[in-house]
């Protein structure tokens, strides 16, 4: 088999099916589709025109707009002897369909953003889902407000001045890889913001080391993000950073009363010793 990876967007087995081998391959629609040139449909399979690349671009942007995460599934019947070594090894292959999957969101988790928005903590989505899924999600969420959607393609045109130029009006970062991820971080940072980063898979590891507060979410986070971090969320609960938030604010608070009173106190007192 040929393992997803961010860099070809899709997963690829060769494999028998009863007497025959086959390919099959699932990934990203915009890397799935440019394999195929047919599609299934009405129980034939029919080549991919214009036309028909077309349509099924759209039903994929629809798709996605209803904030659904979308997999492109194809297959084909491989030459005799053929190996699934390298990309370039995947037959011509024929879309059998999409299947979508809902990740919905806790009414919950949309209050945490609102209330770390409003606590002037600004909040930016870093994914690698489909642009029109990650601002659909976003929107629900209630932090697009007008913010741009930079994909991961947009990032790798822009150089680190142009990015330190727009990356503060950039709500949703979306299709984007591990070494874009490690580089927004980096940009932020050189803006002067303090970062944290959360996230629960590899792919987030290197910019939660990097962020200032790197934050794994560990119920279901990979070795790599928790061994990386510097705090565990293991509720995997965005509500339980913006506790962490006002715990931490709080004891600021404290601490800044307590050295204002012990610093007023001893003024106080060496005045009164070196007058006296």
């Not at 999409?98 to 928005?117: E, G, K, Q």
């Not at 590899?202 to 510097?230: E, F, K, Q, V, Y």
């Not at 339980?240 to 709080?250: K, L, M, N, S």
Request: with cysteine; aromatic share 2%; glycine share 10%.
């Amino acid at each position: 088999d040929l393992p997803f990876g961010s860099h070809r967007s899709f997963h690829a087995v060769l494999g028998r099916h009863g007497r025959r081998r086959e390919v099959a391959v699932k990934g990203a629609p915009e890397a799935v589709l440019p394999l195929c040139d047919q599609w299934h449909r009405g129980g034939e399979s029919r080549p991919i025109g214009a036309e028909a690349l077309r349509l099924l671009e759209d039903e994929v942007e629809t798709l996605a707009r209803r904030g659904l995460r979308v997999l492109a599934v194809a297959t084909a019947k491989p030459p005799p002897r053929a190996v699934l070594n390298e990309p370039a090894d995947v037959p011509p292959l024929t879309l059998l369909g999409f299947v979508c999957l809902a990740d919905s969101i806790r009414p919950a988790a949309a209050a945490a953003v609102t209330t770390l928005s409003d606590a002037g903590i600004q909040v930016a989505m870093v994914t690698g889902d489909h642009p029109s899924t990650a601002a659909a999600i976003a929107a629900d969420l209630g932090m697009l407000n007008g913010g741009r959607v930079l994909t991961g393609s947009d990032l790798d045109a822009l150089d680190d001045d142009q990015l330190d130029t727009v990356i503060d009006d950039v709500a949703v970062f979306a299709r984007t890889t591990p070494l874009q991820k490690v580089r927004i971080v980096a940009a932020y940072q050189r803006l002067g913001h303090t970062v944290a980063m959360t996230g629960d898979g590899a792919n987030d590891a290197a910019a939660i080391r990097l962020a200032d507060a790197g934050i794994a979410l560990g119920g279901r986070g990979t070795d790599a993000a928790r061994s990386h971090a510097d705090v565990v969320v293991v509720d995997d609960r965005v509500e339980t950073i913006v506790d962490a938030v006002v715990e931490g604010r709080a004891m600021w608070e404290s601490v800044r009363h307590a050295v204002a009173i012990l610093v007023g106190g001893n003024l106080g007192e060496l005045g009164f010793t070196l007058v006296g």
